[in-house]
């Protein structure tokens, strides 16, 4: 059972929409997830306009691939590393801790997660 950046059980980031790079609905990571879906954020208007103008347009559904698009307030398991340029930008979106992966800290700050924790 993986860990969370609190060193307790990781627990569910969502299950609708199911999240995760395996569609688990948690933030799990292993080989061949390359963007590292890793920490589990709560989507906010700021952050899906920021990640759209990156490339990454979560707000528009897919239906072929089973995926809704998200909006505000949802929960989701977002690339660390699109968390930290979000977060050097300004706009990261709050984290749930208890569903963010421990691989999270390699690249970001216990302290820089607690900081922007969500209620």
Known sequence: MA???L???LQ???SD???GFYRDGFCHTGPGDHGLHTVCAVMTEEF???TRSRGND???AIPEVAFPGLNPG???CVCVTRWVEALDAGVAPPVCLEATHVGA???VSLEDFQANAAP
Do not use: Y
Request: with cysteine; net charge negative.
């Open 3 to 5: 860990s969370n950046i």
């Open 7 to 9: 060193g307790t059980p």
């Open 12 to 14: 569910s980031c969502c």
């Open 17 to 19: 929409p199911v999240t």
């Open 48 to 50: 899906l306009a920021f």
């Open 58 to 60: 979560l707000s528009t």
């Open 74 to 76: 949802d929960r989701w």
């Open 105 to 107: 800290l390699e690249f």
